[in-house]
């Protein structure tokens, strides 16, 4: 397996994975199937020319199997947030999420992020736990807060971990 930073040219086979993510485990996200299938061709192309955001793919036989994405917060300085974690069923329990969260968490860092923040969406204790495991901290909880386009309310997690930069 193969962890690298999305490019240009990847953005069909990104959005594609991105889709299937989404019809699997549709309360994972905050995004929905519809609005992600109806993007411009040119948001895509844009997104990935991004200095401040990046996305992360996992590539297996030559196949896009998993990705995360990680953007600088604009109001706060120094606050990097994970999204858009997914691995295709077939290919998890394999490590590759732990992969693309190091990755990810690595691009911060290398770009100033003091603090890492993501949020869980919805009644998901398995997805909490994986992210204790790898340092993070629940700071808020917030009470159906999230509205997804058929009227169900999510209740929202904030986690978050603190960045040490480790000085050779
Ligand atoms: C959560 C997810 C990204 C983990 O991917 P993965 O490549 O299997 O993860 P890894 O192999 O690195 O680690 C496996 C861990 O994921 C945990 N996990 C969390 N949610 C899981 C799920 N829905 N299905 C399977 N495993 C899950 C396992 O318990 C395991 O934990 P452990 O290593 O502490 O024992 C993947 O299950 C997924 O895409 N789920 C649906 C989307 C989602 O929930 N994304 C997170 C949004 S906050």
Redesign the pocket.
Same mark, same amino acid.
């Given at each position: 397996m193969n962890i690298r930073i999305a490019v240009t040219d990847d953005w069909k086979d990104v959005r594609d994975l991105y889709l299937i993510?989404l019809k699997n485990?549709p309360d994972?996200f905050a995004d929905e199937y519809d609005t992600v299938f109806a993007l411009m061709d040119q948001s895509w192309i844009e997104k990935f020319s991004k200095d401040t955001e990046k996305t992360f793919i996992a590539i297996e036989d030559n196949n896009f199997v998993?990705m995360g994405e990680v953007h600088f917060q604009e109001e706060e300085e120094g606050v990097a947030v994970l999204s858009k +974690?997914? &691995?295709l069923p077939d290919y998890?329990?394999?490590?590759?999420?732990?992969e693309l969260i190091f990755k990810q968490e690595e691009w911060a860092k290398v770009n100033g992020a003091t603090k890492i923040r +993501?949020y &869980?969406m919805g009644d998901?204790a398995?997805?909490i736990?994986?992210y204790n495991?790898r340092g993070y901290k629940q700071t808020e909880f917030l009470k159906n807060d999230f509205k997804k386009s058929n009227g169900v309310y999510l209740d929202v997690i904030v986690m978050e971990k603190s960045l040490t930069l480790k000085l050779i």
């Open positions: 993510l485990d994972a998993g +974690l997914g &691995v998890r329990g394999k490590g590759t999420a732990q +993501l &869980v998901r398995r997805t736990e994986f495991k």
